[in-house]
C-alpha cells in the first residue's frame, strides 16, 4: 500500500523533531526532552518506515544505528590535504612562533589567534553535497585516508544533514573524533565485567571504534565530533576569519568546542594555555595541548605552509600523559572495605606535569589481563588529578629475571585470610575492623569533605590516632581530647584545640552526609541522598528489611540507566536487518549474553528472563517496565539492598550509630520533597563555579538543595541562576551566552535565606 499524504508528513515532522532533540542532547548538551518522549518519536518513524521502507531516505535519523559490514575500508583521496601542526612545548618556544608570523605578516601589533583545545582522538574529515553527508574519511597520511562514511554515519553529534541555510555546493568539514572520558571509563568497565579485553585511552577507544568494519559496533560507542577547520569548499563562500568559520559551522549543526576565543597577542595565548592546563582534568575529554591559529583567513592565505604544516598554526602540547618505565614491585594495600588492591612501585619517572613512583592495578584480574611482572617495563598513564595507572605491559622487553605477580594468602597488614569469592575480581582481607588497614580507611572515609568535613583531621593524623589505638572507629573520634591528641607528632596545644572544635562543629551535619560518612559498601552520595530523602531518620533505617527497598514490578538490579541501554539495544536489534529470534523463543541468561545486550550481567539477565520469559515479551520492553517497581529506592537493585540491610543488622554498626548519636551527631530532619513550604527553592536549578568566598562549593550545593533547590553541574537553557565565584571559566561564558541570569556572593547569600533574587 502507497503511504497516505498524512502518513508522509508525519514521517517529515517525526525526523525533523528527533534530529532537533539528538542535536539538543549531542551538539549543545542541552537535552529538551526526557528519553521517554524520545523513544517515543523513534520507535514511531521506525514502525512507519517497517511499513513503508519506500519513506526510508539515508538521512533519517533511523539510519544511524549502523547498516551492514563492509568487507574492507576503501580508499579516500582528500581534495586538499589534511595538514598536520607544528608543536611547541613552552613559553619561549611560543613566543619563537609568534615572532615569525609577525615578522612574515610586517605587523608590529599584536595579531589576533583563534585558540582552541587540541583533542586527543582521531583526526577526520566529512564531506557534504547540497547539505547532504556523503562522505566521511580518516586523515591517514594526509592526502589518503580510509573511507569511513558507514561509521561516521552513526556518530550523533555528525549532522547527516546540515541545518539552517547558506551552505556551500560542497563543503569539507574537518575535525576530532574523540571519546568522552566518562563513555570510556563506563565502556572499560562493562568490558572488565565482561572479561573482555579494555581500551587502553580514549584515543585508542575512539580510534578503535572507529576503524570498524561493522558499523554496528561503532553505533554502541559513545563518540562524538568536535570541527575545527574546513577543506573543499565549492559553490560557496565561507566567513573571512578562522572564528567565523567555526560560529558558522555550529550554526549549520556540528559541534565546536564550547573552549574556543579569540584571544590577543602571545599573552593571550599564554594565558589561555593556562587556563585551559589548569581545568584540563575537568574537561570531559582528553587533550593534549592547545591549538593557535592566526584568525584571519587572509592573513593565513600569506603566510602559507612548510611542508605539511601551515605557518598560521601551532600546538602548544601539554606534559606527555603515558610515558615508559620499570615496575621495580608489586605490594598490596588494603583499602576500607577489605578490598586488596596490587600496586605498582615504579622506577620514578616524570609524566603528566609530575614524578609518579606508584600505580594501581585495580584488582588480580587486572594483573593477569595486563600480565604485569615485576621487572617488566610498562607505560604508565597518569591523566589529571586521576590515580596514575599501568595501561600495558612491553612484553618485547620483558627481562629473563621478571617475577609473576602472586596474590598474598593473608593480609600484608593485619595477617587475617584473604579472600577471593570465585568469579570475583577483586581479593579482600576478612580481618574487619580488626584490620588496622580497613579501621583507618573508614575513619579518613568518615572525616572526608564529602562526609563529615571534619576539617584539620588528616590522613597522617589518622594513622597516628589508629596506631596509638586511641581511635578504633569514628565514634571514638569525639571522645577524643585536647590533651590525647597535642600529645601527637606534629600537633601543638592550638592545633589540638582547633581539632576538637572542628570535631564539634561537623556533628551538625545532614543525614545523607552521615549515611556516606558511615561507608556501607557501595553508597556513595547520590545513594546515600536518596536514602535519606525515603527513610528521613537513621532509625528506620536502623529496622531496614529487603523488602522496604526492593520488590515492586521491575526487574531486579536493572536501574534507569541500564533499562536506557537495554531498550535502545533492543530498539536497534529489533530494526536491523538481518535474522532475527522468533518471538516464542524462551530466554534465558545464556540466550541474553549471546545476544551481548549492553550492561546486562549475567545477574540481570537471569531477573530480565524471569520478568520476561519470551523473546517476543522483550523485545517491546520499555525503559519503565524495567526500573521503577523493581527498586523502591532509586538506583539500588538487590545487590545493594542486601549489603544496606546487612550493614545496618550487624551489632557492631548499630553500636557505632548509637553512639555517634549520643555524642551529638545530629541533622535538621528535611522533608525534602513532600513539604514545600520548607523548599523555597524548589523547582530553581542552579549551576555553581568558580570560587566562592567563605563557603566551598560542596557546602553551598548542600546549603541550596535543603532549600530545594536542584543544584546541576553544567549549564543549559533549564538553568536559572549561575552563581559565579571567582575565576569562574566556561560556565559563565555559557551563562552568558544562553542569557542565563548570572548571580554573584550577594546573589548567593540571597538565595541561601531563601529568597529568589530579582522577585
Ligand atoms: N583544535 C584543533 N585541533 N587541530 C588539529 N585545531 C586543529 N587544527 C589542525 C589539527 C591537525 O590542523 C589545522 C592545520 C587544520
Redesign the pocket.
Known amino acids: 500500500m502507497k503511504p497516505s499524504k498524512a502518513i508522509f508528513a508525519e514521517v517529515i515532522r517525526l525526523r525533523g523533531e528527533i534530529e532537533q532533540h539528538n542535536h539538543r542532547y549531542y551538539v549543545l548538551d542541552e537535552p529538551s526532552v526526557p528519553d521517554a518522549e524520545y523513544d517515543r518519536l523513534m520507535r514511531r518513524l521506525r514502525e512507519i518506515e517497517a511499513e513503508y521502507p519506500e519513506l526510508v531516505t539515508p538521512d533519517s535519523p533511523s539510519q544511524r544505528v549502523g547498516g551492514s559490514a563492509i568487507s574492507a575500508f576503501g580508499e579516500i583521496r582528500h581534495a586538499v590535504p ?4 607544528d608543536n611547541c612545548f613552552d613559553g619561549g618556544e611560543l613566543a619563537d612562533f609568534d615572532r615569525r608570523v609577525r615578522a612574515r605578516l610586517g605587523k608590529d601589533g599584536d595579531v589576533d589567534y583563534s585558540a ?4 586527543d582522538g582521531l ?1 577526520v574529515s566529512l564531506r557534504y553535497e547540497q547539505g547532504q553527508l556523503v562522505q566521511g574519511a580518516t ?1 591517514g597520511d594526509g592526502s589518503t585516508g580510509e573511507d569511513v562514511t558507514h561509521n561516521v554515519r552513526t556518530i550523533p553529534s555528525i549532522p547527516l544533514k546540515l541545518r539552517g541555510s547558506g551552505w556551500p555546493d560542497v563543503l569539507e568539514v ?3 573524533v574523540v571519546m568522552p572520558k566518562a563513555g570510556f571509563e563506563k565502556l572499560n568497565a562493562l568490558a572488565r565485567e565482561r572479561g573482555e579485553k579494555t581500551f587502553v585511552n580514549p584515543r585508542n577507544a575512539a580510534a578503535g571504534s572507529l576503524r570498524q568494519l561493522d558499523p554496528r559496533i561503532t553505533a554502541q560507542r559513545p563518540l562524538a565530533m ?1 570541527c ?2 574546513i577543506g573543499e569548499v565549492r559553490g560557496g563562500e565561507m566567513p573571512d576569519r578562522h572564528s567565523a568559520v567555526l560560529v558558522r559551522l555550529a550554526e549549520w549543526g556540528f559541534k565546536v ?1 564550547p573552549e ?1 576565543r579569540v584571544v590577543r597577542g602571545v599573552q593571550g595565548c599564554t594565558a589561555f594555555h593556562e587556563d585551559i592546563g589548569r581545568r584540563r582534568a575537568e574537561l570531559p575529554m582528553d587533550i593534549d595541548g ?2 593557535f ?1 592566526v584568525d584571519s583567513r587572509a592573513q593565513q592565505t600569506e603566510l602559507g605552509f612548510v611542508a605539511r ?2 605557518r ?2 601551532i ?1 602548544y602540547k601539554f606534559p606527555a600523559q603515558e610515558e615508559l618505565t620499570e615496575v621495580q614491585a608489586v605490594e598490596f594495600q588494603v583499602g576500607r572495605t577489605g578490598a586488596i588492591t596490587p600496586v605498582a612501585r615504579l622506577k620514578p619517572v616524570f609524566v603528566g606535569g609530575v614524578t609518579v613512583s606508584n600505580a594501581t592495578l585495580h584488582n588480580m584480574d587486572e594483573v593477569e589481563r595486563k600480565d604485569v611482572h615485576v621487572g617488566d617495563t610498562v607505560i604508565v598513564r597518569r591523566a589529571g588529578d586521576v590515580i596514575p595507572e599501568v595501561v600495558r605491559v612491553l612484553p618485547e622487553r620483558r627481562p629473563a629475571t621478571a617475577q609473576a605477580v602472586v596474590l598474598p594468602e593473608v593480609c600484608p597488614v593485619c595477617g587475617s585470610a584473604v579472600v577471593r569469592p570465585d568469579g570475583e575480581a577483586v581479593a579482600r582481607c576478612s580481618g574487619g575492623l580488626f584490620c588496622a588497614a580497613q579501621r583507618k580507611e573508614a575513619i579518613k572515609h568518615f572525616a572526608g569533605r564529602r562526609a563529615m568535613d571534619i576539617e584539620g583531621l588528616g590522613d597522617k593524623l589518622v594513622d597516628q590516632l589508629v596506631e596509638q589505638e586511641l581511635v578504633r572507629d569514628p565514634a571514638d573520634l569525639f571522645a577524643l581530647t585536647v590533651d590525647q591528641i597535642a600529645g601527637l607528632d606534629r600537633m601543638g596545644r592550638k592545633s589540638a584545640e582547633n581539632l576538637v572544635a572542628a570535631l564539634n562543629a561537623s556533628k551538625q551535619t545532614t543525614l545523607a552526609r552521615f549515611l556516606f560518612a558511615l561507608g556501607v559498601m557501595g553508597i556513595g552520595e547520590t545513594l546515600a541522598q536518596a536514602l535519606a530523602d525515603h527513610f528521613r531518620d537513621v532509625h528506620a533505617l536502623l529496622e531496614v528489611r529487603l523488602e522496604d527497598l526492593i520488590g515492586g514490578e521491575g526487574v531486579v538490579g536493572i536501574g534507569p540507566k541500564s533499562a536506557q541501554a537495554i531498550v535502545e539495544y533492543m530498539n536497534r536489534y529489533v530494526a536491523a536487518p538481518g535474522d532475527a529470534l522468533a518471538d516464542d523463543t524462551m530466554l534465558n541468561a545464556d540466550v541474553l549474553g549471546a545476544l551481548n545486550i549492553p550492561q546486562l550481567t549475567a545477574t540481570r539477565a537471569d531477573a530480565l528472563a524471569a520478568r520476561f520469559p519470551t523473546w517476543g515479551a522483550l523485545k517491546r520492553v520499555q525503559v519503565e517496565d524495567l526500573v521503577g517497581g523493581g527498586t523502591r529506592v532509586a538506583g539500588i537493585g538487590a545487590v545493594l539492598a542486601e549489603q544496606i540491610v546487612g550493614f545496618f543488622a550487624q551489632r557492631h554498626n548499630r553500636e557505632i550509630i548509637e553512639r555517634l548519636l549520643q555524642a551529638g551527631v545530629t541533622w535538621a530532619v528535611s522533608t525534602p520533597n513532600a513539604d514545600s513550604g520548607a523548599q523555597p527553592l524548589a523547582g530553581i536549578t542552579l549551576v555553581l563555579t568558580g570560587t566562592l568566598v567563605g563557603i566551598s562549593r560542596n557546602e553551598a550545593k548542600d546549603a541550596l538543595q535543603a532549600l530545594g533547590a536542584k543544584v546541576a553541574g553544567s549549564v543549559s537553557r533549564n538553568t536559572r541562576f549561575v552563581i559565579a565565584g571567582a575565576e569562574a571559566g566556561s560556565k559563565l561564558t555559557k551563562a552568558e551566552n544562553l542569557g542565563v541570569t548570572v548571580l554573584d556572593q550577594a546573589g548567593l547569600e540571597t538565595l541561601l535565606r531563601g529568597e529568589i533574587p530579582g522577585t
Do not use: H, I, Q, T
Open positions: 589534511m595538514l598536520s601542526l582552541e583545545p587540541k583533542l583526526a586523515r574537518r575535525g576530532e568536535y575545527y577547520a568546542s574556543v592547545v591549538v591559529k604544516a601551515p598560521w598554526a600546538a
